[in-house]
């Protein structure tokens, strides 16, 4: 078992932007209701992105922005500092990058997730994949279908890219990303984050995306159109700039600019 290690995070003040008051042993226990935890309370959103004030992952910047200032974030964000927490926590994790293969041709290695070693099983931790995402970790074995509040996702054997995450819908599985288990190191990181945030290929430089699930369903943006998905039963809204769009941000997704 791995021993906690020192961290900038305070833990207390991440156990409560999360609302978690249970155990904190590094048990797969422990790290389902974490995951689960910090994926229904720190939504997904890129605003930082589109203001084009840029994405630090220094560990001191993602603190103040997803715990102290109650902000969101994307994978890089989010995911990087639920690792945080687990390795403070003594959890053996260490990050992975994947490729996204949502829309057919793979993208490059610009998605972050976390590989959880405990007791001498594998889990993939990701709460920064956004729309259809995990809510709650998965065990690393190919063939074993997960139901997580109405959603079922499985792992493949993905051949030239490792293993790949699926998730069913209507129409048959679709993939979401494949990764690898070979070392990352902070200069692979450092340059997806940059490329995801910065090139004008990336959809998170030109729309406004948010996400949050709950536990009936989900609430999405995408640019200033709103969706609510609530027992299979779907109603979108557009927004008008202004006013009206960050006080649908601040109800739906928590976050307050003013603050």
Request: hydrophobic share 40%; glycine share 10%.
């Amino acid at each position: 078992m791995a021993s906690r290690c020192a961290s900038p995070l305070r833990l207390e003040d991440y156990l409560a932007r999360i609302g978690h008051g249970g155990a904190t042993e590094p048990t797969a226990d422990t790290l389902c209701e974490l995951h689960r935890a910090q994926a229904y309370s720190i939504p997904f959103e890129n605003f930082d992105i589109t203001d084009g004030e840029g994405i630090s992952l220094l560990p001191e910047a993602l603190i103040d922005k997803l715990v102290n200032r109650r902000r969101g974030g994307y994978c890089f964000e989010l995911n990087a500092l639920l690792l945080m927490a687990l390795r403070a926590l003594g959890f053996e994790a260490r990050p992975l990058l994947a490729r996204v293969h949502l829309r057919g041709e793979p993208t490059g290695r610009g998605h972050q997730l976390s590989l959880v070693s405990i007791g001498g099983e594998d889990w993939i931790a990701d709460v920064g994949f956004g729309a259809n995402g995990l809510r709650a970790p998965v065990a690393l074995r190919c063939g074993i279908i997960n139901e997580q509040d109405g959603q079922r996702f499985r792992l493949v054997d993905a051949d030239m890219y490792g293993t790949m995450l699926q998730l069913e819908q209507a129409q048959g599985w679709q993939d979401l990303y494949s990764f690898e288990l070979g070392h990352v190191c902070p200069a692979d990181i450092e340059m997806g984050n940059h490329h995801t945030s910065t090139h004008p290929s990336s959809l998170f430089t030109r729309l406004r995306v948010a996400t949050l699930p709950t536990l009936r369903g989900r609430v999405s943006l995408l640019d200033h159109r709103l969706k609510i998905e609530r027992d299979g039963a779907v109603s979108e809204i557009d927004l008008a700039e202004g006013p009206e769009f960050w006080r649908a941000v601040e109800q739906h997704f928590g976050i307050e600019f003013s603050a």
